[in-house]
């Protein structure tokens, strides 16, 4: 597997996790108001937000760990694609956290 493709599949796994936040936090909001009354509220705590944080953190690993390979055995038109990608796909997976995060404060 060369690095463009590594990094083309961190990409990939860091959208698959903003993707699955982002839905989790659709769904949430989508009930109606009294859903999440009272016990409901536990349901966030103890199910959708370890569940989005699981999700966020298994799709963290191969971006984080890709992020300290070295360059320089690569093409240098590729270089340049693949440090790109690779702060899209950091951006990615910090967006990914703060949307785990924020399905804690839905509701």
């Known amino acids: 597997m060369t690095i463009l493709t590594s ?3 961190a990409a ?8 699955f936040s982002v839905c989790i936090g659709a769904w949430i909001l989508s ?3 009294t859903t999440f009354h009272d016990q409901g ?3 966030i705590t103890f ?4 569940s989005t944080f699981c999700i966020w953190f298994l799709c963290a690993l191969l971006p984080l760990a890709f992020r300290s390979y070295k360059l320089n055995c690569s093409p ?3 270089v340049t694609r693949i440090k790109n990608l690779r702060w ?4 990615l997976v910090t967006i990914g956290f703060f ?3 924020g399905t804690l404060f839905l509701r």
């Open 7 to 9: 990094t083309r599949t």
């Open 41 to 43: 509220g536990l349901t």
């Open 47 to 50: 199910i959708y937000f370890p």
């Open 12 to 19: 990939f796994l860091a959208s698959v996790s903003v993707f």
């Open 76 to 78: 240098p038109d590729d």
């Open 88 to 91: 899209t796909t950091m951006g």
């Open 31 to 33: 009930r109606p108001e």
């Open 99 to 101: 949307l785990s995060i």
